[in-house]
């Protein structure tokens, strides 16, 4: 079946509302798409509910995404897409600093501070899978234990042996390009024999410059001493099918991998504005698996439909349906309403969307727990000048990174970090090229043949290191809502209020003294430095830091072994509400030093089957 007809599936709002259906799926990202695909597999009737459009599902709409994009002057995350103040998003340009003790509501998300998080995520069909990065590492063992092994944070009720298999699935559903013998690290586990669906992407030549002096480096983390390599970093883009995969049938990606534009997806060809949005598809999103499990039949599709209410029996606290409106132009809000209705209801929306809609349908839980213990990576950016050229603006944007420090007994006390080498330069950190530009004509007075000649030097030889650290679950930290704030349609925006501990602090202070080692060690003179005009300037210890998030919000309705303390069991099902399943990072009860897009996969195909064995008890 081709793109074209999967369209087809496309419903109206009518349809949607006199329809009755197994299971009604709200939100397209990897969570809802694995979902309905899984379920669909077994011939359930399923309707996904998108808040954004849902033209780009098909690749001419892809196309003019891309050229939105090229075009904008400010290419944040969320560059790719028209401003739709019906379903809006947040979006770096409207990401302003605080002042001491004011509300920042600028932008859709409302910041509430201390620390104003400059995360993102996208409404459209694919969810933030049309802007994430594509990194698809795994959590390690001890992140499911924190609390047993370390004394801090939550364990999970379920361990890394019990979701490795579905790590693995996850993997396959999402074409992951690795190298098993890159991951053996931190206890990480993997079946005798298993090799990823892919190669590894390449190491790029920065890597490499790298990795000669920094392999066999040694750190101390409190008593402990650990060797740093340069590792390569798994992730769902196309590179070359792995032969010796599945005892060695091989790989065939569901979309071509050519050298060639294909519908849903070419092989990577090394661009480096893989955030947001790759020219040729070789970055997975979910758009790919939500058009194989539209082309079973089984699944109606209905866009710019914005869930706004979840209805309870109150007798016994099953889930009756889901309003919703539907509006027919992004400018307007004018709308319809009506109630979608199924015998089981999942709500994947993300982690700031599901308990947004859960709290203003005044479903805050006994325990009070929805919308509580938010987390998200703290991002500590540093950057230097490499002393000859290293390749910069050469894709994709992170090939390889150091793992080393992803667990130690020193979780104690501070916590996890992975550290990326970024391929593209500055342009996190500073906006290069385009400040590196203005720097060169106001600073250094230069124009025609010098101008040009320095832009290409300087950019040429930026490396920057992202130190991704851990963020413990802390019930102060949350998702709330309020009938002051409101969007175009009337529904409440979601209110953050975030901090990030010394636990994370601590990691930070090390992180920045480690880059400067390795800064030292490459020959590089370190640039870095840390404004309290910007957004994340905190002090710590005496010294100044920025700390970003990193798009990877998690555990707002976080899962546990009791109803007492946790908003969700083991399989994402609501404690209170026994056939709704809250899905998606949101879940996750640590998030550890892994990029969250693998595991809530992995999370999902697991609920998948619980939601399965429920319609057919049923």
Avoid at 100 to 107: E, F, K, L, P, S
Avoid at 271 to 300: E, S
Avoid at 355 to 366: F, H, N
Avoid at 488 to 506: C, K
């Amino acid at each position: 079946m081709t793109r074209q007809q999967s369209a087809s599936f496309l419903i109206d709002a009518q349809t949607a509302f006199t329809t009755d259906y197994d299971v009604v799926v709200i939100g397209s990202g990897v969570a809802g798409s694995i979902i309905a695909k899984q379920l669909a597999a077994q011939s359930k009737k399923v309707l996904v509910v998108e808040a954004g459009p849902g033209e780009d599902i098909q690749l001419a709409n892809y196309e003019k995404s891309v050229e939105r994009f090229y075009t904008a002057t400010a290419k944040d995350g969320n560059a790719a897409f028209s401003r739709n103040p019906n379903a809006e998003m947040p979006r770096g340009v409207d990401t302003v600093k605080l002042r001491d003790g004011q509300v920042n509501d600028r932008g859709y998300i409302v910041q509430r501070g201390p620390l104003e998080l400059d995360s993102s995520y996208t409404r459209a069909v694919g969810g933030t899978t049309r802007h994430w990065e594509g990194k698809a590492l795994r959590m390690v063992p001890d992140d499911f234990a924190m609390k047993s092994k370390f004394g801090v944070g939550r364990d999970w009720p379920v361990s890394y042996d019990e979701l490795e298999p579905y790590y693995r699935t996850a993997e396959n559903e999402m074409g992951v390009s690795g190298n098993v013998e890159d991951q053996h690290y931190s206890g990480l586990r993997f079946p005798e024999g298993y090799v990823y669906p892919m190669l590894r992407m390449p190491p790029s030549y920065l890597d490499k410059v790298v990795a000669k002096d920094v392999n066999g480096m040694t750190v101390n983390l409190g008593e402990e001493e650990f060797e740093l390599y340069i590792r390569s970093t798994p992730q769902a883009r196309n590179g070359v099918p792995n032969r010796n995969y599945d005892g060695g049938k091989g790989y065939k990606p569901r979309s071509s991998v050519s050298l060639h534009q294909a519908d849903v997806g070419g092989r990577c060809q090394g661009n480096t504005n893989c955030v947001p949005i790759c020219p040729v598809q070789a970055k997975y999103d979910a758009r790919r698996t939500l058009k194989d499990a539209m082309d079973t039949g089984a699944v109606h599709f209905i866009a710019r439909c914005v869930a706004s209410k979840v209805n309870i029996d109150t007798a016994t606290g099953r889930v009756t349906g889901i309003d919703c409106k539907v509006y027919s132009d992004m400018d307007r809000p004018a709308h319809t309403e009506g109630t979608v209705k199924a015998k089981t209801y999942v709500i994947a929306a993300n982690a700031v969307e599901t308990p947004r809609l859960m709290l203003a349908s005044g479903l805050q839980g006994r325990n009070g727990l929805m919308g509580r213990n938010l987390m998200d990576h703290a991002y500590l950016l540093t950057w230097a000048l490499m002393p000859t050229p290293i390749g910069a603006m050469r894709g994709p944007l992170c090939t390889s990174g150091i793992e080393d420090l992803r667990t130690g007994d020193f979780r104690a006390r501070q916590a996890a970090v992975r550290y990326s080498i970024h391929n593209d330069g500055w342009g996190w950190a500073t906006g290069a090229p385009h400040t590196d530009l203005d720097h060169l004509i106001d600073e250094s007075n230069l124009f025609g043949a010098k101008l040009q000649d320095a832009l290409v030097d300087h950019v040429s030889r930026q490396i920057l290191l992202d130190c991704m650290i851990e963020v413990l679950p802390d019930e102060s930290n949350r998702i709330s809502v309020d009938d002051a704030y409101r969007d175009a349609l009337g529904n409440m925006r979601p209110i953050v209020s975030f901090d990030v501990p010394s636990y994370s602090l601590e990691t930070a202070a090390f992180s920045r003294r480690l880059t400067k080692q390795i800064y030292a060690r490459v020959g590089a003179e370190d640039y870095t430095k840390y404004s309290p005009l910007e957004c994340g300037y905190v002090s710590h210890n005496g010294e100044d830091y920025v700390i970003r998030g990193g798009n990877h919000w998690a555990g707002t309705h976080i899962m546990g072994s009791d109803a007492g303390s946790s908003v969700v069991d083991s399989q994402q099902r609501s404690w209170e509400h026994k056939n709704l399943f809250l899905c998606g990072a949101g879940s996750m009860a640590s998030i550890g030093t892994a990029n969250t897009t693998l595991t809530l996969a992995a999370l999902c195909l697991r609920t998948a089957e619980t939601i399965l064995s429920d319609l057919v008890r049923d």
